[in-house]
């Protein structure tokens, strides 16, 4: 078997190598198959063949302008630049873009081609060298800093037009210089030391690196200058030393510093201001031929970086309109879009834009910038101001979409009439045009007879329904039995009469003939289609059904238009606008808003239409004829959930109005709020019934799922407090709404018997918390009874608050001790309601407030028991929601007692803690603290983790204030590192105290940690080496500089 030279194993080994032999063979015969048939040519379409050349006649031309002419064209700029200086300068604005293009460009061609690169960027070299006002031997410089101004396009982007045109043009885009940037800071360096304006053409060339240096949020060293190189420049826009190449870049200076403008950095600048700058960039000639200025150069004070946007911006660019109607007040009549934007930022909320925009109004109106102090009514706008405003009203930025609200409102109160009737409309179909369509069900069409029959009829088919010209078919045999084709009769039978109810038909003597010439004829056997009759019994098929149209799907900007909308119609009721609206438009408005708003699929538009209704029929509503329309109208559409008066909609487009049964029941809910509104108007004596049954169903609504319905039903209630019979029966009120409060089923019914109980005593006065024993019974409720009613007392508290704000503070203290018994209950309701409670009364509270609070919460964080501690750590977590001075006060004594529970025992004592400093680093506004609060998170929970938290702090470039919530996390991380033994960790700690001093708004909010830092600082005045106490005695003087001698007086 296993035999030398034979056996079993011998015959397996010759047949394996047989095997091996014959596929190898097989796979020589395969390869010399392919290689003869890859030997022979495969025949090209004629198409293929085209193709192939012009492919190859392209990568020729490629070739060619890649090996010889561009090489060529960068090699006779240079000679052409280096022959004469002058004659180099000339050609910058023809040549400048072009080499920058060549020498940033990422295309592959010149990726593979170093020299076509390295061509560039010496030709750049060169031509930066005809600057003739620089030294040339900056000139690398200026080259490396024009592509580096360059770098973030991505070798800009080349448009050519179909067809493939050669001469395509080259756009770069500018992009935010790298921090440092060595080339620019010596670019904008030279540029300012010449002293004096450049030639239009080297300020061309070189102005891609001022815009660069005056972009994005830091300043870069050594290009402060940027702006003062700027604005120099901006005497050859006009006067005898105009420049044209100069003159052609006017917008984009202009952008430059509304760049510059948009960020906080804007305010380091001093000697010129941006604000000036900006004015200075639209310096023009007071006599000149033509527009002073075109529409293209005004555009950037008008769009998104200037009129509309940021305060820095918004003030600057309506000084520079100011400026330019003083000198040219045509152009501003001439150009709408400047009026608009003037009269919007005359409506703006804050009051340096507002000022600014109103000097703007009154220099354009031909009177003095003086006139604009104090309340001087404004003119009135052109009547086409609704047009420009209508888009902003859904504007991304809030304040924007305000103003535009309020300034549409005020211009509708100065142009009353049919003006105002139009533009109303208007509005209204500009919120219909966004409106989803509903779904529709599409009936189908059918006889006449088929109504009547109590039987399915077939509809006719579809050719039956339109009169064509009579064509003569073509016999088409199916098989089945021909009919003869007779004159349609009624076949109803006196049998099938007698079912049917139709009326039998009398046989005429041609009837007679008829049947008796069929009846003599040979009868030919019918066949009967069983389901062809069956069919006829059965519900109508696919094709008859109603076929539903899907409803249109809506979107957050459709939604933005809408809201846009709402809030314009809310303001009309604004005193300062001044609106009057007479019945005819109250009929419109109303009607829309009782059709559109309140029946929205959108519950944010709902609640902004119940609102606006409610606040339209508070405000206008007081007439006799409005009070006998609107309150039958109301009635009805509480009733039946629709608005039976087509008359209201008269104007308006009515096929989008929603018919489903959810927009019905929505529109019940909204109407329920403005007959509390119209109540309002109802006399006490004549009206006392009906003001008691409106008061009945604004109770019974507060039961309504949704918070928003709830609130409106309150505000409401609480104005009708002192209506007709309410102060007699508000005992009565008061004790029902407790009883649901406390006992209620539903969460619904809680919190609105909650929000009803707020509006009770918020109507009848605060006097109305100790008569009726509501407080007491709340604290009863919260500390002793079942998790609802907790639940439900933790509710009236938060809204009682809310609602009465600073005259509820002397009940917090009553009610404390139960709120820290809520924080440690069992259920999780109960302490999510508690949060949620002492988070609002904690942002209510007053400078005062905290001092009261302060204390009694203190005092329960030194119990023993960790519950008792673990409830005074969430109530102190809640001192984040008070308002900023408060939080700057209470912080000191805050952050330090929850670090000192990182050392507590229990585990949720600390995690307690660890949850209430996140909750007081998401109040932190400086985004750079913002950015780095984990870290100093975790050196607060963890000493090993001080030195990285204090690296941190002193690698962080700050560009924004501190504020109090960084400044009560970044103290204590200080404090233990001045405390540490490792040297370098004190060093850190020491700059750091010495510095933080200049980055604080406001250096009161620095005082309350001084008792902190300085013991540890006179202490590191000791320390045995001589770079901490150098650190430290430097930190002591910035302190003493920054804060005042007079907050040093022990020192």
């Known amino acids: 078997k296993g035999g030398k030279g034979g056996g079993f194993n011998a015959f397996e080994d010759e047949e394996w190598e047989r095997q091996v032999k014959k596929d190898l063979a097989k796979k020589k015969k395969a390869q010399e198959k392919v290689t003869k048939s890859a030997e022979q040519e495969v025949p090209l379409t004629p198409a293929e063949k085209e193709l192939l050349a012009t492919q190859t006649l392209r990568r020729e031309e490629l070739a060619q302008v890649l090996d010889v002419d561009v090489p060529r064209t960068l090699a006779s700029i240079r000679c052409l630049c280096l022959s004469d200086i ?45 600057v003739y006002e620089i030294d040339e031997t900056h000139a690398p410089a200026l080259a490396r800093a024009l592509i580096i101004s360059f770098q973030g396009s991505g070798g800009g982007t ?48 070189l ?14 060293p050594g290009c402060d200058a940027a702006l003062t190189v700027l604005e120099r420049h901006t ?24 760049e510059l403008l948009s960020h906080d950095r804007c305010q380091t600048f001093a000697n010129p201001r941006p604000y000036e700058a900006l004015i200075a960039c639209y310096l023009t000639d007071d006599v000149a031929k033509g527009p002073a200025l075109s529409a293209s150069e005004i555009a950037p004070l008008l769009g998104e970086r200037g009129a509309l946007g940021c305060e820095n911006a918004r003030v600057a660019s309506m000084d520079t309109l100011a400026a330019i109607a003083e000198h040219h007040p045509k152009l501003v009549k001439v150009n709408p879009l400047i009026e608009n934007r003037i009269w919007l930022n005359c409506h703006a909320t804050k009051d340096r834009i507002k000022n600014a925009a109103r000097r703007a109004w009154f220099v354009a109106r031909g009177y003095d910038a003086e006139d604009a102090e104090g309340d001087t009514p404004l003119d009135p706008p052109s009547k086409m101001y609704a047009v420009p405003l209508l888009p902003l009203l859904s504007h991304e930025d809030d304040t924007i979409a305000r103003a535009a609200s309020a300034s549409m409102a005020s211009a509708l109160g100065m142009h009353p009439g049919e003006s105002a009737k139009k533009n109303i409309v208007k509005l209204c179909n500009t919120f219909i045009s966004s409106f989803p369509a509903p779904e529709e069900d599409e009936q189908p069409k059918s006889s006449p007879a088929a109504a009547s029959s109590p039987f399915p009829v077939q509809p006719l088919p579809a050719a039956a329904t339109k009169k064509k010209p009579v064509k003569k078919k073509v016999p088409f045999d199916t098989g089945l039995p021909k009919k003869t084709k007779t004159k349609k009769t009624s076949h109803v039978t006196g049998s099938m009469a007698k079912i049917t109810g139709a009326p039998t038909i009398k046989k005429t003597k041609a009837t007679k003939k008829l049947l008796a010439k069929s009846l003599g004829a040979p009868k030919k056997e019918r066949t009967l ?21 899907p409803a249109e799907e809506d979107s957050e900007g459709k939604v933005a238009v ?36 309140l029946g929205d699929g959108n519950e944010g538009v709902r609640n902004a239409s119940r609102n606006a209704a409610r606040d339209i029929v508070a405000a206008y509503g007081s007439s006799d004829d409005a009070i006998a329309f609107f309150l039958p109208q109301f009635e009805m559409v509480l009733n039946t959930g629709r608005i039976t008066d087509v008359t209201m909609l008269d104007p308006l487009p009515t096929e989008k109005v929603p018919k489903t049964i959810a927009a019905s029941d929505c529109r019940k809910e909204g109407v329920v709020v403005s007959l509390g509104s119209i109540a309002l108007h109802l006399k006490n004596d004549v009206d006392e ?16 799922p949704s918070e928003d319905v709830q609130s409106s039903v309150a505000l409401c209630l609480s104005k009708l407090m002192k209506k007709g019979r309410t102060q007699k029966r508000i005992e009565t009120l008061l004790n029902d709404l407790m009883n649901e409060c406390i006992n209620g089923s539903s969460l619904a019914s809680i919190r609105g018997a909650a929000y009803g109980i707020s509006a009770a005593v918020k109507g009848s006065g605060i006097a109305s918390l100790k008569k009726y024993e509501v407080v007491k019974r709340l604290e009863e409720a919260c500390t002793s009874g079942t998790p609802n009613s907790k639940e439900g007392s933790l509710f009236c508290i938060e809204l009682l608050s809310s609602r009465l704000g600073i005259l509820f503070e002397p009940y917090v203290i009553v009610l404390l001790p139960a709120l820290l018994k809520a924080f440690s209950d069992s259920n999780d309701y109960v302490r999510t309601a508690a949060d949620r409670t002492v988070g609002l009364i904690m942002g209510n509270l007053s400078g005062h407030g905290v001092k009261l609070v302060m204390p009694a919460v203190l005092n329960a964080f030194a119990e023993p028991e960790w519950r008792t501690k673990q409830a005074s750590i969430h109530m102190l977590g809640s001192m984040s929601h008070c308002a900023p001075k408060q939080l700057a006060k209470c912080l000191p004594q805050v952050v330090p007692k929850l670090t000192e529970a990182f050392s507590d025992t229990h585990p949720k004592v600390k995690n307690s803690a660890e949850e209430a400093l996140e909750e007081i680093c998401k109040v932190i506004k400086n ?15 963890d000493a090993s983790g001080t030195l990285q938290a204090l690296e941190a702090l002193i690698s962080t470039e700050f560009v924004h204030a501190i504020d109090a919530p960084s400044l009560s996390i970044i103290i204590p991380v200080v404090h233990r590192g001045l405390r540490d033994r490792a040297a370098t960790t004190k060093r850190y700690a020491a700059l750091i105290s010495g510095n933080i001093c200049t980055m604080v708004n406001d250096p009161r909010d620095f005082v309350p940690y001084l008792p902190i830092l300085l013991p540890d600082l006179k202490s590191t005045l000791l320390d045995p080496i001589p770079d901490v106490r150098s650190i430290s005695a430097k930190s002591l003087g910035s302190l003493t500089r920054g804060l005042g001698e007079a907050t040093f007086p022990d020192l």
């Open 86 to 130: 002058e004659v180099g300068n000339a050609t910058l604005p023809v040549f400048g873009m072009g080499v920058v293009a060549a020498a940033v460009s990422q295309c592959a061609a010149f990726s593979a081609k170093n020299t076509l690169r390295k061509d560039g960027l010496e030709t750049l070299v060169t031509l930066a060298s005809c």
């Open 158 to 205: 080349i448009k050519a037009q179909e067809g493939g045109d050669n001469n395509s043009k080259v756009e770069l885009k500018v992009s935010a210089l790298p921090s440092p940037c060595a080339s620019a800071a010596v670019s904008i360096f030279e540029m300012d030391d010449y002293g004096d304006c450049l030639s239009g053409n080297s300020f061309g060339f």
């Open 207 to 220: 102005f891609p690196i001022l815009r660069a240096a005056l972009m994005g949020p830091r300043n870069i």
């Open 235 to 258: 005497s050859m826009l006009a006067g005898d030393e105009v420049d044209q190449e100069v003159k052609s870049l006017r917008k984009e200076m202009a952008m430059a510093v509304l």
């Open 529 to 549: 289609d069983n389901d062809l009759l069956m069919s006829q019994f059965k519900a109508p098929s696919s094709s008859t059904e109603k076929k539903k149209v």
């Open 562 to 597: 809408r809201l846009g909308v709402l809030r314009a119609i809310s303001s009309l009721k604004e005193p300062s606008a001044n609106v009057t609206l007479d019945l005819p438009l109250l009929k419109i408005l109303l009607g829309f808003l009782m059709a559109f708003g």
């Open 689 to 704: 019934d009906k003001i008691d049954g409106i008061i009945d169903m604004l109770l019974n609504a507060l039961k309504t």
């Open 927 to 941: 985004p750079e603290i913002s950015s780095i609060s984990p870290t100093l998170l975790r050196a607060l929970t």
